[in-house]
């Protein structure tokens, strides 16, 4: 968010679905190491921002926590995901993201019940119920799969990644080094 505050740049947000989705077998029993070393990392990042975390209750990536096998009917996550399509299609993907993943990662439990995510959209400045409507149309899974592909053409697999003058920079840690690319280039601030 800063990012456009900070330099005359848009920043657009071309939601993919969760690496756990597009490759099942990332998180197969011979690489749990990827599993644990994402469960030791994300609250680790989230106490260096200084924001809340909590293992997202209910996960929308339907999977079985022992044995890390990913389940076929991903319904869930694959309609968020087609949310932040239609976010972006509005112009606010990036706010979408941003004040959708507070409730999810900030322990909101429950968060898909109720009016959490309607109210995190409106906090984006967006009406879940027109996105809705907008979701039965279609057009979303092939705009989802064009990101994944653009994803793979930069030469990275993983989220957050930022393309900039076509050099990728994975990571929210890796903001600082994109920022300082961004200076070198004498951008408007």
Known sequence: MRLTEDFDVAVNLWPVLPLAVRDPN?????NLKRAHYIILEW????????????WLQPDPIVHNLATMIIAQDQSFVCRLTKLGVEAERRGKGIAFACEVSHPL??????????????????????????????LA???HMGEIEANQQALEKAGHWGVPTYVFK?????????IDLLRCQMDKEDLAK
């Open 43 to 54: 609250p680790r990042r989230a106490e260096f921002l200084g924001m809340k975390h909590k």
């Open 26 to 30: 990332f998180f197969a029993p011979d």
């Open 166 to 174: 076509n050099e990728p920079f994975f990571g929210q840690d890796r």
């Open 137 to 139: 149309h279609g057009g």
């Open 105 to 134: 990662f900030g322990g909101t439990k429950d968060w898909d019940n109720g009016t959490h995510l309607a109210d995190a959209t409106a906090r984006g400045d967006l009406d879940k119920a027109e996105m809705e409507t907008a």
